[in-house]
Every structure is written in structure tokens, then in C-alpha cells.
């Protein structure tokens, strides 16, 4: 990336820009880009030294970009503020807010049946019922489900579910109810989300990241033959120890996906990476990196699950931490 200028930032509160205002207060700003269930957060440490600095209520919407002075800043999203903590000494206000879209809706428990359907209608109504825009990945919209409940759950939580048996991840984002591709790199309109990569020289520390799960050498799942009148079982991968889901799928097809799906996610968990470097906030979660130069268990593709950026005005610096986990083949 070579020598980069000064951090910078813009910070909007509803119609108000804060910019200017908080400039030299600023003493640090962390943006967390998670992929799935997990909300984005945002953090912001402000110097309180003579208690002039006026709190946002909770409730209010904050809009975040960060970048540099000269290369320009790339919008991070919309918080909605949580928490506001004054604290001392020294005198610093802490404000913690969570992603707009993460609607108290989605916290509630919920018990309903989803009956000949499809994840794009499923998608679709959650997302109306919570005010979000509907963006279904279009390989996966007109996926069928025959039958699923939604027992006592709330909707993120379904709907996390309802991904994982698809090779998805499903999270609001910025007005939208998002269900794509995971470990694909692949955006909601089922093209290629642009790939980075960072080289050795890119990067100020590394990490190997060794989960401590089960690894599965095949994924099995069932399906109903109604003209045979029996189950049958699709499978994906080989060897031991193998894993059968516990739903029972509508056709050969649905039951392959979801056993692919499933030893796809296992695979990808196995293991993971942690990554530091100098401020990327162009990265987000669901990216694509490729990294060059590292050890193999560390080196080739991997796809973005959080990417945590932060601006610290104390020591001048600006760092991104990614964790990744291998992209699908």
C-alpha cells in the first residue's frame, strides 16, 4: 500500500455533521464489520476535560467513515447509539452504538410455520415485517422450502439457521435484509465481490487461528422419495466421522445442498486467520483476500468474517484486524 497520509474520519449525527466538532476530542473510533448474526458496532472515546461535551441520546442514528486525508473515506454504516459512559479521570465519554438495521423486531421470539415456500419469500416477509428492503442472492432466491419452523426464535436467529443449511449468512445491512453466499466472496446479486490482496510487506502481524472443533469427513442428509415412498440420504465429502442433518429435505437436490453447505461451514471453521495492518477500511466482512509471503497455513484464499477498524488520535495511529476463514474451493 506504501506510505499513507493522516487518518480521517466523518461522523454524522441524524442531519448533523460532527466532524469538525469532535476533531480534537477524538481520542479513539472502532468500527467492527461483523458477517452473520452478530451486530456492526461502533465505539467512540471522546476527551470530556471540562465536561462541555454534549451527550447523543440513545436512540439517535450515527452515520461513520473512515480512510485518509488524501485517498478518501469509505462509508462504514449507520449505529444506532446504545450506551453513553462518562467516566473519569481523565474525563473521557465512551459511546457505544450497534448497527441501525439491528431493529428490536429482530430480538423478538417468534413461533410460526414457512410452508411451501421459498427462501426469497421467507426473506422477503421478515424482512417487510422489520423495514428492511428484501436482497436475496439470486442463486438463492428461489431455493424451496418445503417446510421449516421457527419455533421460539427470533427472526436473525431463523434466518441464520435457515443460511447455514444453504451456504449462506443472512444480516441486515444499510437498509437491507442481506441473505448471500458464505466462504464464497460472492455479493447479493451473485457476482464476485472485489478481492484483496495483501502481501507479507502488507501486513504488521499475523496470527494462525486453530479451532477447537470435530472435523467431518462426510455430511449426510435426508430426503423424502414420495414415489418410492422412503427416505433416501445424500451425502457430501467421504471418510470419517460422518454427520447427518436432523431435517428431512423435499427432493435429492435440497438434501445434497444442504449436506455441501454444512461440510463447507465445517471446513471452513477448522481453521481461521488474524491479520493486522495498517488501515484498510475498504475491507469489510465477506470479503475475498488473498495473502502471499506467509507460512501455507497462513498463505492463499480466505473470506473476511470481521473486520474491526480503528482509529486511535492519542498515538496517531490507524489499524484494521481481520479474521478470516477459508474460502470454499
Known sequence: MGLKSLPDFRLTLGNDDLTAV??????????????????????????????????????RVLSVSMGYRDDGLFYLGKFTVDEVEPEGPPDIITIRAKAADMREGFKVQRTRAFRNTTIGAIVSRIADENGLQPAVATELASRVVAHRDQANESDLHFLTRLGREHGAVAAPKDG??????????????????????????????????????????????????????????????????????????????????????????????????????????????????????????LSGAWIVET????????????????????KAA
Open 176 to 297: 437491507k435484509l442481506v441473505f448471500a453466499p458464505s466462504a464464497t466472496g460472492m455479493s447479493v446479486s451473485g457476482q464476485a465481490l472485489t478481492g484483496v490482496t495483501l502481501d507479507r510487506a502488507d501486513l504488521t502481524r499475523w496470527r494462525a487461528v486453530q479451532a477447537d472443533r470435530d472435523e467431518h469427513g462426510k455430511v449426510r442428509a435426508r430426503w423424502r422419495d414420495t414415489s418410492a415412498g422412503r427416505t433416501k440420504f445424500a451425502e457430501a465429502g467421504s471418510g470419517d466421522p460422518v454427520k447427518t442433518l436432523r431435517n428431512l429435505y423435499p427432493s435429492e437436490a435440497a438434501a445434497k445442498a444442504a449436506a455441501e453447505a454444512e461440510l463447507t461451514r465445517l471446513k471452513g471453521a477448522e481453521n481461521g486467520v488474524e491479520l493486522t495492518m495498517d488501515g484498510r477500511a475498504d475491507i469489510v466482512a465477506q470479503t475475498p483476500i488473498t495473502v502471499t509471503g506467509l507460512r501455507a497455513e
Open 307 to 326: 473486520a474491526v477498524h480503528t482509529q486511535d488520535y492519542e498515538s496517531g495511529g490507524f489499524t484494521t484486524v481481520l479474521t478470516g476463514r477459508r
Open 22 to 59: 469532535v476533531r480534537d476530542r477524538l481520542k479513539t473510533l472502532t468500527v467492527t464489520d461483523n458477517s452473520g448474526e452478530e451486530s456492526d458496532t461502533l465505539e467512540i472515546v471522546i476527551d470530556d476535560r471540562d465536561n462541555a461535551v454534549e451527550s447523543p441520546p440513545r436512540g
